[in-house]
């Protein structure tokens, strides 16, 4: 992906400019390969290849052999020159990048995904793109890649970015350390690249074993976390070093290349790569990628050298970086614009047609001519003004854009609340009665966050010991609590804190919450994984030891497609030792689900588009799963929020000037919260509490 390694001499390269006699073709072929599977597996299968972790290994293979050689022939390492000119190799292209893909989101993507686009914009300029993706523990390898961020692959440039920072200070250091050992003679014999290899095998150890723990426990995080990757960089530095050792025969040279090709290509077809990497897993492709290093010139006309170091092959390789920029969000924003969720063949072929003609342009015009550029290798201050020139040219747009965003979300938060009235609108006495002219609310930049929840930890009466339980949160009243309610759940359960917790804290009711996400409360189930099934009995063992006098729940279970709504499985099975024990159950039932993200189809469409409002019949079953339960529990009360969420026959993304959804499942905090006069007098009714 990342070149490391100049070029003048033996071959040339896309330019006609002569290479260095070093140069290795394979290696180049090498990385126009790796760079085909991670296109073509994005485009086509949806999958990961295990081509980025090739090229992290083949970056820290070149940068390595190349300060070995520099330690060896005795020139200056020159750390800050090394950093400016590297950074103004990678800079340029991946700006004009960053500025073509906010260019395609203002014309293409819905203006409640601005926001993300425009704070990942800053987190791949300043290389920590990576580290924004696992606090918000992306799922890169989501099928509906339309969905997705068109900057979400600058996860893997940031942390070689961050390793291209931390590897010539390793190289520094050992060199130090060589320096103030050859003052002992009994550590004369220790060697630069001996040095090397102590401080690099020590790092593959400590950061594979770190990988491996990690990715077993949180792999979502792992995946992202520069930690979990340190040993693919470290696994390359010591194949650079041990390289000069390695000298296999011709044959065995022609069945390391070839066997490390059906490795390296089968990777991501044989092995769940999206969720078992970076661990130990991981090792396939990077000792595949080592192999065909390995295997090197053949001089065998058998061997995949031949491939590897043909003209195309280098040329694309040439191009790799460039390419490698380019695929993903021509993938995102194309099928953003089109609607289609996975493109066929001939689709596919115009996704890939499109990003290479677009690397070519930028690697012709953009990467090569500032990298041949005299002016800035004179003086390193003009190396800097390059760089700080290229920032310049994306930080001035995102932050102009990201004020506009800011000053209209100010606007649309600062409207008198009479002019969104929300679920409001669908009472009796308002139903005939049209919206008010209003901004939408809650505003582009608010609608992710718009999230209800409680975050003060269990304590005291209401603490527990269960690990399992950790996320036990609590609501406490000012004066002592008249009614203790526990809400069991998902996300789905969460969202009516919104209702809830105010009605709670305005009656002096106490509210503890046990929530595990897609984990819809009920007895053990084959329907559920073993984690939410385990959450469940934890969650019944709490409620049957503190008594609470009330369960809140979420009793019927909506889905994508027919049946569209149905009981949720073991429910009644779950409840009973509640009600056997004299503990009051509510059982909400639950909201419609949806193929599409409601709020972006509003913003798309416009709210009143009919694709923005699907029919009732479609969203929720008559008669309700409910009425299945009815009578079937002492103490079980049955509440339907659904006419104030659907109406008039359809589910509309947008009812009073408020969006209904935040994406397409679940309701948004603001919404909610305008149903809380209706919600208390439902709940009221159905329990007879006062």
């Given amino acids: 992906m990342v070149e490391t390694q100049e070029t003048p001499c033996q071959a040339r390269n896309a330019s006609g400019r002569p290479r260095k006699a070093t140069f290795r073709p394979e290696v180049q072929g090498l990385r126009a390969l790796a760079v085909l599977m991670v296109v073509a597996y994005h485009v086509w299968l949806g999958r990961v290849s295990g081509g980025v972790d090739i090229f992290l290994l083949i970056s820290a293979f070149l940068l390595t052999l190349s300060f070995v050689r520099k330690a060896e022939e005795g020139t200056p390492f020159r750390l800050l020159a090394h950093w400016l000119h590297l950074f103004k190799r990678l800079l340029p292209a991946a700006v004009v990048v960053i500025l073509g893909v906010l260019a395609g989101t203002w014309l293409i993507l819905p203006q409640g995904r601005w926001p993300e686009v425009l704070d990942q914009a800053w987190a791949s300029l300043l290389y920590r793109q990576n580290w924004l993706l696992a606090d918000a523990a992306v799922d890169y390898y989501a099928q509906d890649h339309a969905g997705a961020s068109p900057l979400q692959h600058f996860w893997s440039l940031s942390i070689q970015g961050q390793v291209f920072i ?168 194309a099928l953003a614009a089109t609607g289609v969720e996975t493109p066929n063949l001939t689709q596919g072929l115009g996704i890939v047609a499109a990003s290479i003609v677009l690397a070519v342009l930028t690697t012709r015009f953009v990467e090569k001519p500032l990298r041949e550029w005299h002016w800035p290798k004179l003086r390193a201050w003009r190396t800097a003004v390059v760089i700080a020139a290229c920032g310049a040219m994306l930080a001035g747009p995102v932050a102009v854009w990201q004020t506009t965003l800011t000053e209209e979300e100010s606007a649309t938060a600062a409207q008198p609340r009479e002019l969104t009235p929300g679920a409001l609108a669908l009472t009796p006495e308002n139903e005939n009665s049209p919206a008010p002219k209003a901004r939408t609310i809650p505003g582009p930049t608010a609608l992710d966050n718009d999230w209800a929840g409680i975050d003060t930890p269990c304590a005291g009466a209401n603490a527990t010991d269960d690990p399992i339980l950790e996320g036990c949160r609590q609501e406490l009243p000012d004066e002592p609590s008249t009614k203790r309610i526990v809400v069991l759940g998902d996300s789905h359960a969460q969202q009516y804190l919104a209702a809830l917790a105010p009605v709670a804290a305005a009656r002096g009711w106490e509210l503890v919450t046990l929530l595990m996400p897609a984990c819809r409360f009920g007895a053990e189930s084959p329907s559920r994984n073993a984690e939410c099934n385990a959450y469940n009995r934890a969650s019944s063992a709490y409620v049957m030891e503190h008594r609470p006098d009330a369960v809140f729940t979420v009793a019927s279970l909506t889905h994508e497609e027919a049946p569209f709504e149905t009981e949720v499985p073991g429910y009644l099975e779950g409840v009973k030792p509640f009600a056997e024990a004299g503990i009051e159950i509510v059982g909400i039932r639950d909201n419609p689900r949806f193929t599409f993200n409601m709020p972006e189809c509003a913003q798309r469409n416009g709210p009143d588009a009919a694709a923005c409002n699907p029919s009732l019949s479609e969203s929720l079953v008559d008669p309700s799963p409910l009425e299945n339960y009815r009578g079937k529990l002492p103490g079980l009360h049955l509440m339907d929020m659904s006419d104030f969420i659907c109406a008039r026959g359809v589910c509309p993304a947008v009812v009073g000037n408020v969006y209904v959804y935040k994406d397409d499942n679940h309701l948004t905090r603001t919404y909610v919260e305008t149903m809380i006069p209706m919600f208390e007098q439902r709940l009221l009714d159905a329990t007879g509490w006062s």
Avoid at 206 to 217: D, H, I, N, P, R
Avoid at 223 to 244: C, H, I, K, N, V
Avoid at 284 to 296: M, Q, S
Avoid at 314 to 327: F, I, K, M, Q
């Fill in 166 to 333: 931390l590897w010539p200070l390793i190289f520094a250091g050992a060199a130090g350390v060589l320096a103030a050992l050859s003052r002992f003679r009994r550590f004369n014999g220790v060697t630069f690249r001996g040095m090397l290899v102590l401080f690099f095998g020590a790092l593959f150890v400590v950061s594979l074993a770190y990988s491996v723990e990690q990715t077993a426990t949180n792999q979502a995080y792992a995946y992202f976390d520069t930690r979990a990757r340190l040993w693919e960089f470290a696994l390359g530095s010591l194949l650079a070093l041990a390289l000069p050792y390695l000298k296999p025969g011709r044959a065995v040279r022609v069945v390391l290349g070839w066997g490390g090709l059906v490795a390296m290509v089968s990777c991501g077809l044989l092995l769940t790569v999206d969720r078992s990497f970076p661990g130990y897993i991981a090792l396939w492709p990077t000792l595949a990628a080592a192999a065909i290093i390995v295997a090197g010139q053949t001089g065998s006309r058998f061997g995949v050298d031949r491939i590897l170091s043909s003209r195309p092959a280098v040329a694309l390789g040439d191009n790799s970086y460039a390419l490698y920029l380019w695929h993903w969000p021509v993938l995102v924003l």
